[in-house]
């Protein structure tokens, strides 16, 4: 069983940063691929970002690129979401979510997930 727990959210202004975080219980985090998604309001969850156990592979959609940066730290048992340039399209709560393969997918395929943090971009 992992939990994980989200951080960082909050309101930022348009073309601004924030930094989530996420921190997972257990030993075997090294184990997992993890995953960043968010969902806003009246919308399906949506795939940010991916990267692999060892975090030298990392997988983004074509509208994340270039903005958004996925990072981990194994000894800390964190996976972060570096977002820059903000949008307020980019307003949702975001999820981390494990998954106990080596395989990245970009859908929902994953075992454990957070509760979520905020992230809101005004104008």
């Known amino acids: 069983q992992v939990q994980l727990v989200e951080s960082g959210g909050g309101l930022v202004q348009a073309g601004g940063s924030l930094r989530l975080s996420c921190t997972a219980s257990?030993?075997?985090?090294?184990?997992?691929?993890m995953g960043w998604f968010r969902q806003a309001p009246g919308k399906e969850r949506e795939f940010v970002a991916a990267?692999?156990?060892?975090?030298?592979?990392?997988y983004y959609p074509d509208s994340k690129k270039g903005r958004f940066t996925i990072s981990r730290d194994n000894a800390k048992n964190t996976v972060y979401l570096q977002m820059n340039s903000l949008k307020p399209e980019d307003t949702a709560v975001y999820y981390c979510?494990?998954?106990?393969?080596?395989?990245?997918?970009?859908?929902?395929?994953?075992?454990?997930w957070g509760q979520g943090t905020q992230v809101t971009v005004s104008s």
């Open positions: 990267i692999s156990w060892s975090g030298g592979n990392t």
């Open positions: 979510a494990a998954r106990a393969s080596a395989i990245i997918k970009t859908t929902t395929e994953y075992d454990y």
């Open positions: 257990g030993r075997t985090f090294r184990r997992y691929t």
